[in-house]
Nanobody, 123 residues
């Protein structure tokens, strides 16, 4: 079982920036694919970004390309999501997820999930 712990969610003004973190404690040697998904009230969960185990393979949703950057610290097995130029439509609960094998954007392919962190962007 892989535990994932997210942090960093806050209330922020539109146009602002925020950085989220997801740590997998004790998994520094585990070649995990790690991803961010988000879910707004009344909407389905959607893919945001994903990295392979060494951070060299990256995948982003079109809605966040150019604004969000995912990165990974393998020593700490921590994934970060730097979110810039935030919009009210980015308001969601952001979830960290992990799997092994290749990077995918389908949430059904992820085996491990964090509890989520709330990001609220006000206009």
């Amino acid at each position: 079982q892989v535990q994932l712990v997210e942090s960093g969610g806050e209330n922020v003004q539109a146009g602002g920036s925020l950085s989220l973190s997801c740590v997998a404690p004790g998994r520094a040697s585990d070649p995990l694919v790690m991803a961010w998904f988000r879910q707004a009230p009344g909407k389905e969960r959607e893919f945001v970004a994903a990295l392979n185990w060494n951070g060299l393979v990256r995948k982003y949703a079109d809605s966040v390309k150019g604004r969000f950057t995912a990165s990974k610290d393998n020593d700490m097995n921590t994934m970060y999501l730097q979110m810039n130029r935030l919009k009210p439509e980015d308001t969601s609960v952001y979830y960290c997820a992990a799997r092994r094998d290749v990077v995918i954007s389908n949430d059904r392919g992820y085996d491990y999930w964090g509890q989520g962190t709330q990001v609220t962007v006000s206009s």
